[in-house]
């Protein structure tokens, strides 16, 4: 007898979102998953083999601080191997995370970050702590300097420059939004950076954090859908130019690509371009980010699934 046909679902369909921070880094997860439970060889083991890939060591090295206890396992791994410095790099993003909420002094953050970054001079992920802490908690110089200092060692880091983006973004929430500072930041490094860099989608991070900032004072509308934040002229123009970039992009082994996917398609979708929106939807697969779906204050899965459906249909 011959077995009934499956029913035709959508790849996309056959998985659970799962708004992991490890994003498609199955190595990472499994690494993350055995720290979670004291073991720290495989982060060991795992930040050794990234080498010099510093955007997929600074990736790695933030999720794996994610863990609640990291701190006091990147502590015993520091006790057991005094002179690791991915150990103290660790313990310096956890302990800059630890800091953002509330959990340690800001002065601990940063003297946990010096101490890493002395351990390895070259290495941009104890500034990229630093950054961390400093976006939440340290003034305007604090955040330009680790910037700077992130910049030095990997001029195009991806994650600085986002955690720079939403730190500018927050400043003011006047009029005149279209020559917001924010934008020229993006638009500068957009310009700086290699003509393959990821940074290409960095304006269009930048509008879509002033929607998050201007959203939350009442200056726009808390549902994206009802906000004419992505019809401008400006979003147009920064949707487009990314887009068309992101078809041509041959970068795909990039560690924080699914970021800058899930930025795009959110801004593709509000734009009402849904042909476009739906090219992304199947490339960002099960790995939805909590940002932007999360703004402003809306449910994350709720938005993601409700997007995705009204872009890609019913099988």
């Known amino acids: 007898m011959t077995p009934p046909r499956r029913p035709f679902t959508r790849p996309w369909r056959r998985h659970r979102l ?85 959990k340690a002094r800001y002065a601990t953050a940063r003297e946990q970050a010096l101490a890493a970054a002395r351990m390895a001079p070259a290495d941009p992920s104890p500034w990229l702590a630093q950054l961390i802490v400093a976006r939440t908690l340290g003034s305007g110089d604090d955040c330009a300097r680790a ?10 880091h991806h994650h600085a420059h986002h955690l720079m983006a939403t730190y500018l973004a927050e400043r003011g929430t006047g009029g005149g939004d279209p020559l917001h500072e924010v934008y020229d930041f ?70 924080r690509q699914q970021i800058d996917l899930n930025y795009l398609a959110h801004a593709k979708f509000h734009e009402g371009r849904l042909a476009e929106a739906a090219a992304l939807f199947h490339r960002i697969g099960p790995h939805a980010t909590r940002a932007p779906w999360s703004y402003a204050d809306r ?6 699934r409700a997007a995705r459906t009204a872009a890609l249909g019913s099988p």
């Open 18 to 102: 799962a708004f992991d921070p490890a994003l498609d880094d199955a190595p990472l997860a499994a690494a993350r998953n055995a720290l979670a439970q004291g073991r720290w060889g495989a982060a060991r083991s795992l930040l050794a083999e990234t080498g010099d890939d510093w955007d997929r060591r600074g990736h790695r090295l933030v999720v794996l601080a994610e863990v609640s206890a990291c701190a006091s396992w990147a502590s015993d791994w520091q006790r057991a191997e005094p002179d690791s410095a991915c150990a103290a790099a660790l313990l310096a993003c956890a302990t800059a995370l630890r800091a953002v909420r509330g």
């Open 147 to 156: 910037f700077d200092q992130v910049r030095a060692r990997h001029r195009d």
């Open 186 to 255: 993006a638009d500068w490094a957009a310009e700086q950076a290699p003509a393959d860099s990821p940074l290409a989608v960095l304006p269009v991070v930048a509008h879509t954090e002033r929607y998050r900032v201007l959203a939350a004072a009442g200056h726009l509308p808390r549902d994206p859908r009802e906000s004419e934040h992505w019809s401008t002229r400006k979003a147009r123009q920064v949707m487009k130019a990314a887009f068309d970039w992101w078809l041509e992009w041959e970068g795909e082994g990039h560690p």
């Open 299 to 304: 449910d994350p899965k709720q938005e993601f």
